[in-house]
């Protein structure tokens, strides 16, 4: 866990695209009053919508663009860069869609968290809801994890999870598993913004003070098993 030195816990969010959990959690930060700042966006491609989204709220929003760099090792480099510029305690993948080198990912150990839409370590990488329809899994969802040189893989924060209906798509599902992403997000930055998040010697997360860190969106008309008493 990095030592957050000053009382304001210092976020940068990296996104690729629209950026709604980048929304969702500059939203949660001003609006609940916590601890923590949103220091900049950044992103790889000059067409994300987030970007805009982000100048408008007067967050100093940059493009780190991986066009212009020959190679991932290059690219990597200024973003990692950019990124420190801004002296983070944390920074947040979301919707990022770029694989980080080893050197990257080492460099952030422990700082860097994604999000990422299945119930790891199911369906990592690409076409996520694709996946889950193909494998017939009654519950998907998406997971909030701290990042490692493997793809979409890494200690587990915190997961949602939502049913599979007999008539989704893959939009339908999309949509479902976003409002989760949202809440879930949000959830993860309050834990960080307060310190709570720790991980031991084995990489397991902690949370101090926290219980369960799951959350999952109801079956229609299925009455639940049980409620878990502990
Ligand atoms: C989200 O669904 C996020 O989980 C996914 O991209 C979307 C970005 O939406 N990320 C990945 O697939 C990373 N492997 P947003 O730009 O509206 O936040």
Known sequence: MP???????????????????????????????????????????????????????????????HRDYATRKEFDQALAQAIDAHRPDYVLLAGFMRVLTPEFVEHFNGRLLNIHPSLLPAFPGLHTHE???????????????????????????????????????????????????????????????????SLDAMQRVHVHGVASRSFAVAPPESPWITTSKN
């Not at 930060?29 to 987030?50: F, Y």
């Not at 899994?137 to 200690?155: A, K, M, R, S």
Request: charged fraction near 15%; include cysteine.
């Open 3 to 65: 030592a957050i030195t000053s009382s304001t816990c210092r976020l940068v969010v990296l996104i690729s695209g629209r950026g709604s959990n980048m929304q969702t959690i500059v939203n949660t930060v001003r609006e609940q009053g916590l601890p923590a700042q949103v220091c900049a966006v950044i992103a790889n491609k000059a067409d994300a919508l987030g970007l805009h989204w982000a100048r408008e709220q007067g967050i100093q929003a940059t493009l780190v663009a």
């Open 131 to 197: 996946q889950a329809l193909a494998a017939g899994v009654q519950w998907h969802g998406c997971t909030v994890h701290f990042v490692t040189p493997v793809l979409d893989h890494g200690p587990i924060v915190a997961q949602g999870a939502v049913p599979v209906l007999a008539d989704d798509t893959p939009d339908t599902l999309a949509e479902r598993i976003l409002g989760v992403e949202h809440h879930l997000y949000a959830q993860v930055v309050r834990w960080l913004a307060e310190g709570r998040v």
